[in-house]
């Protein structure tokens, strides 16, 4: 743990921007999940990113780190990061970006019989992401599309955020 606090270190000292983050609502591609038990949908939790935003119109990259209530109404931990272009828009600024996450969460299979089943596990997703920024606060959208394939089958859903800058 300590090599992995000693690599991040360097980020948070040359960060140009940080971010509390709270994590909004989750719009699934179907109502109900494998249960037929509707989607948790107000995802609340916490996080932090940062980025290193320097000009307009060029790439920046930035990471975040999330705990939050997953959409089965079990914490989770997400770690996510992506390249962006912010523009600048006059009273807001707009990034539209790719972004990727891995995360520790309850995963499921065709085995589990309702959500009291499921082992935690990794888990991870990439997608577009947009976000609009207002002085010192943000909102993030991030749409990660639904994937089958062999055992694997997952619900695409889209994903909002609020931060604010410190």
């Given at each position: ?51 290193f935003f320097k000009a307009y119109n060029e790439l920046y990259f ?11 109404e079990n914490p989770q931990l997400a770690i996510g990061m992506g ?83 410190f």
């Amino acid at each position: 743990m300590k090599y992995i606090i000693l690599l991040l270190f360097p980020f948070f000292v040359f960060a140009n921007e940080q971010r509390i983050l709270l994590s909004g609502i989750t719009l699934h591609e179907h109502d109900h999940d494998r249960f037929d038990v509707a989607y948790n949908e107000v995802n609340y939790g916490l996080g932090y990113e940062y980025s290193f935003f320097k000009a307009y119109n060029e790439l920046y990259f930035a990471t975040n780190v999330l705990l939050l209530k997953d959409s089965f109404e079990n914490p989770q931990l997400a770690i996510g990061m992506g390249h962006a272009y912010r523009f600048n828009m006059e009273k807001v600024d707009v990034a539209i970006g790719l972004s990727g996450f891995v995360g520790v969460k309850k995963i499921y299979t065709d085995a589990d019989l309702n959500r009291n089943g499921g082992q935690y596990g990794l888990n991870g997703g990439v997608g577009p992401t947009t976000t609009v920024y207002y002085e010192n606060l943000s909102f993030n959208f991030v749409y990660v599309p639904g994937i089958k394939y062999k055992d694997l089958d997952t619900t695409g859903f889209l994903y909002t955020y609020f931060g604010y800058r410190f």
